[in-house]
């Protein structure tokens, strides 16, 4: 499988971590822009026991639906086939991108409009379509200034979430012909709206996301607030839709629950502008609507997390972003640094079964684990309990490791283990233990000054004169 | 100082950190047990939870060292603990690692007798305090085991109300991590300095004299960044103010001793 185009090495998050973290700018911007969402969604649940309960309901509800999910997805196969919807299986990023290519192409398509999905991030669809010649423009407008500046979306909620005003006010009179610098908020969104109209007339192909998938109804859901995802999936003669194999639910009544849970935690509201149900193509005595409905299912490592007990919870996802907005290592990185389509808590735990983590292990190292993101999450995702899984699995010894995630064992060490080997030999057994903070102690005068990655933020660590058990005995 | 409950016998751990590093703090918290009427018990075999191991994707080290600890409380009695942290790991995470092992049934009575010290204070004993000090204003940092695995943030905040010398200035984004995370703090210190760097600007800011926190990591992540970049900011363990306030200078003079 070849390596995602955004994918950014370990070596290089540590970089990237450091150069935001020493940008004041950055640093006010994001946490400014945090502090504005997780008051929105504070707002959105004034009654904490009103939102444990929904939460347990949503929880329960994920779950439930990931306990029968290949049989759920045989029925949401059938039911869309029914309704006329064409449905493909993509196991790879490139599988996905080559049956997207292989439906433009079947209908002639030069160009395509796209309303806002991360799986389509995932799997490089717009390079790949470039490479094939057919246009595509991103018609949300976070995602259409992310397009405009040749960027990633560095939130999956808020994919310009990192760009000021200015700097889109810039971007604008830069790239878009005949526009003038203006920095007002109401004309660069008009601006971006002209631009897109005459694009989504145009279009040979609307692409989007789906939400949640219902299996006995064969029904697409979408959220959003701009229209575009409407407009995408109705204008343009052919509607793609793409997503990962786990957001299909039973029933339509198991959608409301996780719809209220999405658009609270996400964006602090009670319901998005748009909630858009689709079940079919245009049908014959119908005025809109495409002529061919597809849906790309992909996997992309989502059936390795399935398959462990433990880690099958990292599925529960319904993707609202409110790990990243209340975590305080995304909120001193911003999303780009994390280099995987998924930043954030979220993205720590998606993402080596995505990518492998050979590859992304250096983010679950990444988090204090204090749980602020676990004590957000609106389907109740134990997500500090599967960062401790992840390191569990990497730092594993190659030649013992257990095959519940590709590229387990690749943190291993020697050097590390036997470091860890002689810790837990020493404060096994007391009599060891005595000896050596014993020694620290009343030798303490020869404690480094320099201790690691500790000094480069604080001063030395030294051990007390004389050790608390010592001291208890002394008075006594 | 009054406690509502006939003398008991108690555990305690006192944590490798206090051991180690801030003897003060174990040593006060037991004063102040030992003044509610207590008796504390200090097994000496007693090593560290095994926490640092487990964090780090190590549970056979961790699970080794924490075997070690299983053996130490024989007696019924609660365990009390002058850490959030290490409390939340024995409470919590002690019976999910020894799942699966002969040892559940001894790590399962363990975590069911822990106390976060705070909790212990005010939730068994029912501690009054009386505050001999003179008015101060200090800032809390509540660690986030301590807030999430505990009900440490409830009962620290409320021994702190009954000291009526005592202001409690809120900090700005004070429920946020101070960014300590144990190994996190060397493994990632471009990460970890950012987030101690906004948490020691905002005790700075908050206008309290002292930092008051019943965690020594969190003490001295935020102590050692303020020493390091020349801030003054006096941390204090929960149990070394409260000991200070309730008994003025018999406390200070370390002279109050076990009753």
Redesign the interface.
């Known amino acids: 499988m070849s390596q995602p185009l955004n994918f950014v090495p370990v070596a290089e998050f540590r970089e990237r971590a450091r150069s935001v973290v020493a940008n004041p700018d950055l640093q006010k911007s994001l946490r400014g822009a945090m502090d504005f969402l997780q008051a929105k969604r504070s707002a959105q649940f004034p009654d904490d026991a009103e939102f444990q309960r929904l939460r347990d309901l949503g929880e329960a509800i994920r779950q439930y639906s990931l306990s029968r999910l290949p049989e759920l997805l045989e029925v949401l196969e059938a039911k869309l086939t029914e309704n006329g919807i064409q449905v493909h299986w993509a196991e790879t990023p490139e599988q996905a991108n080559t049956i997207f290519i292989d439906i433009a192409q079947r209908h002639n398509a030069r160009s395509v409009i796209k309303g806002k999905s991360m799986v389509s991030e995932e799997v490089e669809l717009n390079h790949a379509l470039q490479e094939a010649g057919i246009d595509a423009l991103e018609s949300d407008m976070g995602e259409y200034i992310v397009q405009l500046a040749d960027e990633k979306p560095s939130h999956i909620i808020m994919p310009a979430i990192h760009k000021t005003k200015v700097e889109i006010a810039e971007l604008f009179a830069e790239r878009i012909p005949g526009v003038d610098y203006t920095d007002s908020v109401d004309e660069l969104i008009q601006i971006g709206r002209k631009v897109l109209r005459e694009k989504f007339a145009a279009a040979d192909i609307g692409v989007s996301g789906v939400n949640f998938m219902v299996a006995e109804t064969g029904t697409l859901c979408l959220v959003e607030n701009e229209g575009n995802g409407r407009m995408s999936t109705t204008v343009p003669r052919v509607h793609v839709a793409i997503t990962g194999i786990e957001k299909v639910v039973e029933k339509l009544a198991h959608v409301p629950p996780l719809l209220s849970l999405l658009t609270r935690s996400a964006t602090g509201q009670a319901v998005t502008t748009y909630v858009n149900m689709i079940s079919s193509p245009r049908k014959v005595d119908e005025a809109d609507g495409p002529d061919a409905v597809h849906l790309i299912l992909l996997d992309n490592g989502r059936t390795q997390a399935y398959a462990d007990e433990q880690l099958r919870s990292t599925l529960q996802c319904i993707r609202c972003g409110a790990c990243m907005n209340h975590c305080p290592v995304y909120t001193r990185i911003g999303g780009h640094a994390y280099g995987t389509t998924y930043p954030g808590p979220i993205g720590k735990i998606i993402s080596p079964h995505l990518l492998g983590l050979d590859s992304t292990y250096g983010l679950a190292t990444a988090s204090t684990l204090c749980g602020a993101c676990a004590e957000v999450c609106p389907v109740r995702i134990p997500i500090p309990d599967l960062l401790i899984r992840l390191r569990t699995e990497a730092y594993s010894n190659p030649a013992t490791a257990s095959e519940a995630v590709r590229g387990a064992g690749s943190a291993y060490s020697s050097v590390a283990m036997a470091l860890w080997h002689a810790w837990a030999a020493t404060y096994r057994y007391p009599a060891l233990y005595r000896l050596f903070t014993w020694c620290a102690s009343r030798f303490r005068f020869l404690t480094p000054g320099k201790q690691g990655g500790w000094t480069v933020n604080h001063r030395a660590m030294q051990p007390a004169r004389r050790r608390f058990r010592d001291q208890l005995k002394d008075r006594a | 100082m009054t406690a509502s409950t006939a003398t008991q016998d108690v555990y305690f751990f ?1 944590t ?1 950190l ?6 003060e703090a ?2 006060d918290a ?1 004063t102040l047990l030992e003044k509610s009427g207590v008796r504390v018990h ?1 097994p ?5 939870c ?1 926490q ?11 699970r ?2 924490a ?2 600890q299983l053996g130490l409380f024989p007696k019924p009695w609660p365990i009390i603990l002058p850490s959030g942290s290490c409390a939340g790991m024995m409470r919590h995470h002690y019976p ?1 690692l020894f799942a699966g092992t002969p040892d559940l049934a001894r790590a399962e009575s363990v975590a069911s007798r822990v106390w976060e010290l705070s909790e212990f204070l005010v939730d068994v004993l029912g501690v009054r305090l009386t505050d001999y000090g003179v008015p101060t204003r200090v800032a809390l940092h509540t660690s ?2 301590a807030r ?2 505990t009900n440490a943030l409830r009962t620290t905040r409320a021994l702190l109300g009954q000291l009526d010398q005592v202001t409690l200035e809120i900090q700005d984004h004070e ?3 101070c ?3 144990g ?15 906004d948490k020691v600007a905002a005790i700075r800011a908050c206008g309290a004299e002292t930092l008051i926190t019943g965690d020594c990591g969190c003490m ?2 935020i102590t ?2 303020a ?2 970049t020349g801030t003054a900011i006096t941390g204090k363990h929960l149990a070394s103010f409260l000991l200070e306030r309730a008994l003025g200078l018999e406390a200070l003079t ?1 002279k109050g ?1 076990a009753k």
Not at chain 2, 44 to 48: S, V, W
Not at chain 2, 52 to 62: F, W
């Open positions: 006192c490798c206090v051991d180690l590093f801030v003897p174990g040593l037991v200090f000496e075999e007693q090593t560290c095994g640092p191991a487990y964090t780090s994707g190590q549970p056979d080290e961790a080794a060292v075997r070690q999910t986030c085991s999430r695995e429920s946020e991590c960014g300590f995370g190994m996190f703090s060397v493994r990632h210190p471009e990460i970890s300095g950012g987030i101690v760097r001295l992540n050692g960044h020493a390091k370390k001793g």
